[in-house]
């Protein structure tokens, strides 16, 4: 059996209202007035490898359905560094293990660079997305990977 949670930690019931940010019934969340939100990945980090990917999606949730993820990183150079792609696995065994093997490659290494590759939320539906290159060694790593469900939006 398969559970998924998308927790966000901000918010606690209180009273029949949602605390701190008031949603849904007073229309406060700054995703509820929007009909989407952009979100780089990482934030000021971005892509690289060693940064805590799921703990940047726990913290930055909710996602909602037309939100874009954008995903900069650096592109590979003649000094080395290590050169990092986007991936979009198929589900949840594949994210665990790094099974790269029916993956979607949707950035290649040099589309992170500049305003970076940007990706949209279109259903909801979990979302596992992972760093291939190297053989999937940073996915392994537990870091370059994370996962999003982006919620639909209640018609305020």
Known sequence: MFVLSMANFNYTWAGGKWNKTTCPYDNNHPNATQTSNKFNVGGSENWHYGFDYMDWARKNGPFFVNDTLVFKYDAPNANGGFPHSVYLLPNYWSFIKCDLRRAMRIANPNQG????????????????????????????????????????????
């Open 113 to 156: 660079a500049g305003k970076g590759f940007e990706f949209v939320l279109k259903k909801s539906q979990p979302y596992f997305f992972a760093c291939g290159e190297h053989g999937g060694i940073h996915c392994n790593n537990g870091t370059m990977k994370f996962v999003v469900m982006p919620l639909k939006r209640w018609p305020f």
